[in-house]
């Protein structure tokens, strides 16, 4: 068993020790939030969201609704986003349903430059659209696309 002066030795090195480590904590500056941090750290954002915009990892997801008062029996019309997160901006495209083809009549609002996505986006939906309108002799009320 140890004597009172090495366990009264060995109190005050821990007492100092736990003092150490309080000072280090107490001198270190508040973290900061992770996001703050983040926000503005990208120099140059139109270049940021091109190459976003075209990584293979880039998971894009379409979306597409019927607009009934303006479907016929022989033309069907949809909105469709090429931005379903947001669900910001929405185009419409036009379906002629004898003939099975398609055309944009309206693109989205493009603030970030991204035409070409929406024609991507609207042949995707079509696709969709037009494999359940031949499975099951109906047009969906709305489509999503995810790649």
Known sequence: MLDETTLERRLVILEQAVSDLQRKVDSKPAPENWLQKLIGSISDEAAFLEVLGCADM??????????????????ARYRFTPDSITMKYFGEFAIDVALRSAKIVAFAPDP????????????????????HLDESGRLPLSVEHIS
């Open 58 to 75: 880039t998971i894009r997801h379409y979306h597409a609704e019927i607009i009934p008062e303006r479907t016929t029996d022989r033309e």
């Open 112 to 131: 970030e430059g991204w035409g070409w996505n929406q024609e991507v986006c609207a042949g995707a939906l079509l696709h969709k659209i037009l494999k």
